[in-house]
C-alpha cells in the first residue's frame, strides 16, 4: 500500500548526503512494520514553467542580508510549487545499504608493476563479463540506437548513445564508442600501432555526432576511463558544458591527449605511472590494501 | 527597502539554468520601479536536522510508480522546512547580466605554435596583474590563513586555503599552493630543470595538510589548471570525494602526472598541444578565432 505521509517512519540513519546535488540517502524503519526501508530524497532542477508560478505574491520573501545592490533572501514558495523527489526501497537489503552508503574515495598510483602484478591478475580472475557488449557488437540489443558503425574488425566501431543519456537535450548530450576489436583492455594496453584504430573513432565520432546532432568538435569532450568500468576498450563522448560523473582527472583522459602522447613516445601507456580513483568499496582496493600500497 | 513577497516582480527572461545544482538565473523587471533586477535562486542543500522535521505526517508522499521493492513518491513538505536560497542584484548592469548569464563553452587544441603565436602574446599583452598573489607572497593578507610556507626564493612556496573553501568540513577541502619564485607562468613553462620545485610542493603539501587536518596523500587531487585563471605558477589541493569546478579533464592536470612526464620527456610541455575549455565571453577565445583556431 503507497505512502501517503511520512508519518510511520523512523529516521534509523544518513547513509549519505550529497551537497552538490542536493540529494540525501536515509536509512529508517516503519514503526509498524519489519525490516529496512531506504529513502533516496532529492530535489529536483528548476523548471521554466515552474518559475512563473514561484514568481508570484504566493512566495514570501524573508531578507538575510543586504549589502549595496545585493541583497540576499529566503524565499517561501507554496509548499506544491516546490516538491521534493524520493524513491523508497522496501525491504531494503544489506547490499542496497550498501550501494546507497557514503563510501570512501581513494587516489592510487599504478606503477607498470603493479599493473603487471596486482591490476593484471585481478581484471584475469575475474574475468568480468561484459555480455551487454557482445550483445550490442553483434547487434542483438540496442542496434536501433546505433548512431554510427563501422564494422572493420580492426579499426572499427559502433557509437551509440550512453544509457544516461535521455536523448532530450544536448547540454548533456553523452555518447559511447565500443569497439569491434577484441583483447583490447584498457588504456594501459594501447601502444602506437593503436593509432589507426584511435584516429579513427576520434575522426568519424566527431562527424557522426556533427552530422546527427549538428554539435561541433570544439563542443565535445572526448575522453577515455582509467580504470574503466568494463575491459573492454571504449570511449566517451560528451558535451563540454557537461561536466559529467567520470570526466574529472584521475579518471578521465582526453583521446586528443592519448593520441598524442601515443606519436610522441610509442609506449607511453605501459611505462607510466597511472593514477586512479577507486572507491572503498571496490575489490581491486582490496589486493592494493594486501600489497601494501595504499598510502 | 526589502521584499515581502515576490508580487512586483515580471520575468523578463531566464539568463542560465543548472540542472546539476538545482539553479537558475532569471533577468526581471520590478513593475514599479525602472531598471533591470537579477535573481539567482538556487535549492539549498538538505541538513540532517531538517530531515527530522520532513520525515513526518506533515509531509504528503504522492506515489507516481510502484515495481516491486522499489515505488517513486512526489513528497510535499511544509513549505518553511523546504526554502529556496536567492540572491537579488538590483539595479544589476549589463555586466551583471553577462555574468550570469550561461555561455557557451569551447575546448581549443593549443599546439606549441599556437602557444607562442596566440597565448602567449594574449597573456605578455594583457599583464594580468594578481596584486592579490603578491599581497600574499608579501604577508600582506591572508597572512593568518597561511598552513604551510617554505620561504625559498627558487623552490619555495605558500600553502593556504582558497577561498571557495568555507574551512567547516573536510569533504569539499581546497587548498593552493603558491610559489615563491616569479616568471613561472604555467604548465607550458615547466621543464624537467623544476622538477625540485614540484616535488617540493607535491613532498610538503602533503606533509603540511596530513599535519593540519589528518588527511591522508590517497585522499587529496593534487593538479594544475591549464589554463590557470592567474598567470604566476600555484598548484591545487582538494579532497579526492570532491569533484570541484575545474578537476575536469580539459582543465586540470595531475601533478603526479606532470612530474613523471617531465621526468621521462624533459621538454614534456613545451612539445605538446594542450586542450582546454574556454568560454565565450573570454578574450583569449576571440584571439583564437581571428586565428582561425575554432573549429
Redo the contacts between chains.
Keep these: 500500500m503507497?505512502?501517503?505521509?511520512?508519518?510511520d517512519?523512523?529516521?534509523s540513519r544518513?547513509l549519505a548526503?550529497?551537497?552538490?546535488?542536493?540529494?540525501?540517502n536515509?536509512l529508517?524503519k516503519f514503526k509498524d512494520r519489519d525490516g529496512d526501508v531506504i529513502?533516496l530524497?532529492s530535489?529536483?532542477?528548476?523548471t521554466?514553467d515552474l518559475?512563473?508560478n514561484?514568481?508570484?505574491?504566493?512566495?514570501?520573501?524573508q531578507?538575510q542580508l543586504?549589502n549595496d545592490?545585493?541583497?540576499?533572501?529566503?524565499?517561501?514558495?507554496?509548499?506544491?510549487l516546490?516538491?521534493?523527489?524520493?524513491?523508497?526501497?522496501?525491504?531494503?537489503t544489506e547490499k542496497h545499504i550498501n550501494k546507497y552508503s557514503d563510501h570512501?574515495?581513494?587516489?592510487?598510483?599504478e606503477t607498470p608493476n603493479d599493473y603487471r602484478n596486482i591490476t593484471l591478475p585481478f581484471i584475469e580472475k575475474n574475468a568480468f563479463s561484459a555480455q551487454w557488449v557482445e550483445r550490442i557488437l553483434k547487434h542483438e540489443s540496442e542496434s536501433e540506437n546505433i548512431i554510427f558503425e563501422d564494422p572493420d574488425r580492426d579499426t572499427g566501431f559502433i557509437l551509440l548513445p550512453d544509457l544516461k543519456w535521455d536523448k532530450k537535450q544536448l547540454?548533456?548530450l553523452y555518447l559511447v564508442a565500443i569497439c569491434h576489436r577484441h583483447g583490447l583492455r584498457s588504456l594501459r594496453d594501447l601502444t602506437s600501432s593503436d593509432l589507426p584504430l584511435l584516429r579513427n573513432i576520434r575522426n568519424q565520432g566527431i562527424a557522426a555526432i556533427k552530422e546527427k546532432y549538428g554539435v561541433?568538435?570544439?563542443?565535445?569532450?572526448i575522453?577515455i576511463h582509467y580504470q574503466p568500468s568494463y575491459y573492454h576498450f571504449h570511449v566517451h563522448f560528451t558535451h563540454?558544458?557537461y561536466?559529467a560523473?567520470g570526466?574529472?582527472?584521475?579518471r578521465?583522459?582526453?583521446l586528443?591527449?592519448v593520441i598524442?602522447n601515443l606519436e610522441?613516445?610509442p609506449n607511453f601507456y605501459s611505462?607510466?605511472?597511472l593514477?586512479f580513483?577507486i572507491q572503498e568499496c571496490d575489490a581491486l582496493l582490496a589486493e592494493y590494501r594486501k600489497c601494501g600500497r595504499?598510502?
Excluded: C, W
Excluded at 514561484?54 to 520573501?61: G, H
Excluded at 516546490?82 to 531494503?92: C, G, M, Q
Excluded at 561541433?216 to 569532450?221: M, V
Excluded at 570526466?247 to 584521475?250: A, P, Q, Y
Design positions: 503507497p505512502l501517503v505521509n511520512l508519518k517512519i523512523q529516521i544518513i548526503e550529497n551537497p552538490a546535488s542536493k540529494s540525501i536515509i529508517a529513502l530524497i530535489k529536483p532542477p528548476f521554466k518559475m512563473q514561484i514568481i508570484s505574491e504566493d512566495t514570501l520573501a531578507v543586504e545592490i545585493y541583497s540576499q533572501y529566503s524565499l517561501t514558495p507554496k509548499a506544491e516546490n516538491l521534493l523527489k524520493s524513491t523508497v526501497i522496501y525491504p531494503a570512501q574515495f581513494y587516489l592510487l598510483q547540454s548533456d561541433n568538435q570544439s563542443q565535445l569532450r575522453y563540454v558544458k561536466e560523473p570526466s574529472v582527472v584521475g578521465a583522459h582526453l586528443e591527449d598524442e610522441l613516445f611505462q607510466k605511472t593514477s580513483v595504499l598510502t
